[in-house]
């Protein structure tokens, strides 16, 4: 049975400390969710059991590419765009950006 978009509440929370509170107050009531790809086959399919959805696409604490003189870390949130066009991934990493 498809699920119906509007039957869920989407609250995007401007900082990561404002997320975590948000999953500590309500254990279980939110998908935390970045993309949303698997947040609609889940959607179709009637699978999605909470009724809350976490955005943390806005969360800057996430989306980032450090580069370090022996190690590159990619946060959580970092995007294939960020990541196929960051100049040291292209340079040092060149199928890292062919694959984003």
Known sequence: MRSVASDYEMTAPASLR???????????????????TELM??????RLAAQ??????RLRELRFIAVEPKELTLGAGSTFTEIRHHPTVATEFPLLSQAA
């Open 18 to 36: 404002t997320a975590l509170a948000l999953l500590e107050a309500e254990p279980g009531a939110y998908t935390p969710m970045a993309g949303g």
């Open 41 to 46: 086959v889940a959607l179709g399919a009637g």
């Open 52 to 57: 809350k959805l976490l955005s943390l696409h």
